[in-house]
């Protein structure tokens, strides 16, 4: 189901190894994400949200009536009139607020609500306005995309954090089998990625395939920046403790990290990152002489890049790691990913909570 499936579920990820998957039943999915849609009409509600005219969605949504002739002006050609003057408004009538309350979360053919709308279009007061008036964050278009996906699709930093901070989940809807943080990590939207795993989104991404209990590396979105050589993206999920120890799928040559950074022709700054948080086992040459052994005879696509990392992996093991990166690696390890971001609340030093949480590594390159 190729091409529908696309349509369905929204986003185009680079091959069917690397889209993410779930279980579901597709009958219940289709049936939720169409269900209220029907014949339904674009509203004027729609109409204000597009043009992200907050003034006039909220006096929408105020229940009063607006005059006839107010109605049928083009805004695109009156942009600053005002609707603050009392001759556009009558009194408040039950049936006036009963009308802005089925429009709050009407939606139009594509399943769309004035807040997924202004959400797409980067309309922040209005996705403000509409938060406050009480519209539901969490319903998908026909594509299962919710108002926050939208907004992080689309790189609307301030949408994303409107919606977030009026509580909208930052993992999406479950309809749909990609994730915000899995299309961030792709498009390299660092201030994105950044306020979703602020949030609590997870960062090896709700549906990961697992084999066994790790999940496969080519479903999760540490991949996509290994892909797209997305480094600060890279650099964000990994020190904020996406999972390393992948499982590995000899099927597929980008199954794990290191492999995949080779493959992909990535600088060495990738490589340097995922010794620092433990991606290798410490004194164990087998798997870094195979990696070396396997890219270092490749004829096609050889760089620099490339031998640089082939150069790196055969070093590392030539001298030991300092015994306080042992130490950060053991901690975070036992930790995991769900518990790092506590760890700035702990009664610790401020020196070593810094250093637990690659403080400096936020700001300045990556050495080891």
């Not at 189901?1 to 091959?15: C, L, P, R």
């Not at 009392?86 to 049936?95: D, H, L, P, S, W």
């Not at 306005?129 to 919710?146: F, M, R, Y």
């Not at 620092?276 to 990696?291: K, P, S, V």
């Amino acid at each position: 189901m190729g091409k529908t499936a696309d349509m369905i579920f929204g986003e185009h990820i680079t091959s069917d190894d690397d889209r993410p998957t779930s279980e579901c039943d597709i009958k219940e999915v289709v049936r939720s994400m169409f269900s209220g849609i029907g014949g339904a009409e674009e509203s004027k509600l729609h109409v204000a949200a597009r043009r992200g005219n907050h003034e006039l969605v909220r006096s929408l949504l105020s229940g009063r009536p607006i005059k006839p002739r107010q109605l049928h002006i083009d805004m695109s050609r009156h942009p600053d009139l005002s609707f603050d003057r009392e001759e556009f408004y009558g009194e408040i009538t039950e049936a006036g607020e009963r009308l802005a309350r089925e429009s709050l979360n009407r939606r139009d053919k594509f399943g769309c609500t004035s807040l997924w709308i202004a959400a797409s279009r980067g309309h922040s007061e209005t996705v403000r306005v509409l938060c406050e008036s009480g519209a539901d964050l969490e319903i998908p278009n026909v594509k299962a995309q919710t108002a926050l996906f939208a907004a992080a699709k689309h790189n609307h930093v301030a949408c994303l954090k409107e919606l977030l901070d009026a509580g909208a989940n930052p993992e999406g809807s479950i309809l749909n089998l990609s994730t915000p943080i899995y299309i961030a990590a792709r498009e390299n939207f660092v201030e994105i990625l950044r306020l979703l795993i602020k949030y609590g989104a997870d960062v090896n991404g709700r549906n990961a395939n697992l084999i066994g209990n790790s999940p496969h590396f080519g479903s999760v979105p540490l991949y996509m920046t290994v892909v797209y050589r997305n480094f600060e993206c890279f650099k964000l999920l990994i020190l904020n403790g996406a999972e390393l120890q992948t499982s590995s799928n000899d099927k597929s040559r980008g199954s794990n990290a290191v492999k995949a950074v080779l493959r992909h022709q990535c600088d060495v700054r990738f490589l340097k990152l995922i010794a620092l948080c433990g991606g290798f086992q410490h004194g164990d040459r087998t798997y870094i002489d195979e990696a070396a052994k396997v890219f270092g005879q490749f004829r096609h696509g050889q760089s620099s890049m490339r031998q640089e990392c082939v150069a790196f992996l055969q070093e590392l093991c030539k001298q030991p790691m300092k015994l306080t990166h042992l130490c950060r690696i053991s901690i975070r390890r036992s930790l995991g990913h769900n518990r790092l971001r506590s760890l700035k609340d702990l009664y610790l030093p401020a020196s070593i909570k810094r250093f637990l949480l690659f403080t400096e590594l936020l700001r300045d390159e990556v050495s080891i």
